[in-house]
């Protein structure tokens, strides 16, 4: 996988040893802490990171500092920090790279937020298939910990904080927060009722706050450069910057960390090398699969949250799907639909029986029997989820088959007159132009 070096997460994510704490000091790890703890109040560093601006990276774009300022303070109940490392969103791979290199950051990240709103024990929450991961972070806490930065007494402030790592099971709908939690602790992961909010009831029916690993990754440079600082990269109500994980055919694909605002295109030519074998762009999911796509005619949108809403799309998580001319959107789909059809946890009906009638009317048309009214059925099917599923699972699974509808609905018409895919027969004429 290549990357893009950045400017804050991936600068120095390649030095050799990193993942050792030796090493993660001596290029300034753990220094912000020491001027911190004890240095600022809590409230200071939340309105540091209010200031900045930084919004959740793992998909909602919720404002951090305001979510930490929901925890009440008077509250006679523990609170916690729970980390968000499930990262199970198609295409999103780079929580993945973060913590394999730079496991450290994220624990000065977790130090540095739970000091904020006064929480002593932190969770990190992986996916099931992180195992090799968690024995990467069980090292560094364990490092952390012999070095006074984890404990009753970090580095001698009064201030207690312990981080205890978690293995999931390996299920999409544990990145929602509330099936998270009650996940971690030991339940069925199924979400839960909204009010009351984790930040009011969560762990353990205790305050608790959600943060992604992208998003704690970024506490410990805002709260020693300031937040204006953090503000030099983005845009005015998207500042820093966001780390895409691209993938399909294009040259270079992998992590890229870039200011909020790069138009896609520049992303996709300037920075991935553009298309490889002759292909041309068709679509780009930007966000991870539960966004709608993006045409090629769209390729100019900004990459913030603004920009991509204005668009019809969402930058989510940041997985950056790019599909080529020669791909069959109706199977692209298809497949989408059939991972949330799996996934749905089941509680609520618009998901568990929407999900199943949406992949069973996908089937239909990718395999040569769809009728006339199969197109303004899924739309409909979908139009019943979106909004109406007892968590955001149910629009990961409508937005998509709304989206390609909207965008590419010639093809799926051509699926129902002609019985057969589109891009088959420009692809058959490709390639036997190519062996002449």
């Excluded at 544990?174 to 009010?195: D, H, I, M, V």
């Excluded at 292909?279 to 949108?301: E, H, M, N, R, Y």
């Amino acid at each position: 996988m290549s990357a893009a070096r950045g400017p804050l997460l991936f600068k120095d994510i390649d030095t050799p040893g990193l993942t050792s704490i030796d090493t993660y000091r001596r290029g300034g790890g753990y220094e912000t802490p020491a001027l911190v703890l004890g240095k600022k109040s809590p409230d200071e560093c939340i309105e540091i990171v209010k200031a900045s601006g930084l919004r959740g990276r793992g998909g909602a774009g919720f404002p951090t500092g305001l979510k930490w300022s929901f925890v009440p303070r008077g509250s006679p109940k523990p609170k916690y920090l729970v980390c968000n490392a499930d990262e199970s969103e198609p295409g999103t791979f780079k929580d993945r790279e973060l913590m394999e290199k730079n496991p450290h950051l994220l624990i000065e990240g977790m130090l540095l937020s739970a000091y904020a709103f006064g929480a002593h024990v932190g969770y990190l929450y992986l996916r099931g298939e992180f195992a090799y991961i968690q024995r990467i972070l069980e090292r560094a806490i364990g490092e952390a910990r012999a070095a006074g930065l984890l404990g009753d007494d970090v580095l001698g402030s009064g201030f207690k904080f312990e981080i205890h790592t978690h293995l999931g099971a390996g299920a999409y709908i544990c990145g929602e927060e509330t099936a998270l939690l009650s996940s971690l602790e030991g339940y069925r992961g199924q979400p839960r009722l909204k009010p009351p909010f984790p930040a009011v009831e969560g762990l353990y029916a205790s305050p608790t706050v959600v943060n992604n690993v992208e998003t704690l990754m970024n506490v410990p440079c805002i709260l020693r450069h300031g937040a204006s600082w953090f503000r030099q990269w983005g845009t005015e109500k998207s500042p820093g910057t966001k780390i895409l994980s691209v993938s399909g055919p294009v040259k270079r694909p992998g992590n890229y960390e870039v200011a909020m605002g790069l138009p896609l295109r520049a992303l996709i030519d300037e920075l991935c090398g553009g298309m490889r074998d002759g292909l041309q762009v068709k679509a780009v999911i930007p966000g991870g699969s539960s966004v709608p796509p993006l045409p090629a005619s769209l390729l100019d949108t900004g990459l913030d949250y603004e920009s991509m809403n204005a668009a019809g799309t969402f930058i989510g998580s940041g997985g950056v799907i790019v599909i080529d001319d020669r791909t069959c959107l109706v199977d692209t789909l298809w497949n989408i639909t059939r991972f949330y059809e799996h996934e749905s946890c089941g509680k609520c009906t618009p998901c568990r029986e929407g999900t199943y009638w949406m992949s069973e009317v996908l089937e239909r048309l990718e395999h040569g029997q769809g009728r006339e009214r199969d197109i303004d059925l899924l739309n409909d099917v979908a139009d019943n989820i979106n909004g109406k599923s007892f968590c955001a699972l149910g629009d990961a699974a409508a937005m998509p088959v709304m989206g390609f509808i909207k965008h590419f609905r010639d093809e799926f018409e051509h699926h129902v007159t002609h019985r057969r895919c589109l891009v088959n027969r420009r692809r058959d004429a490709v390639l036997a132009e190519a062996s002449a």
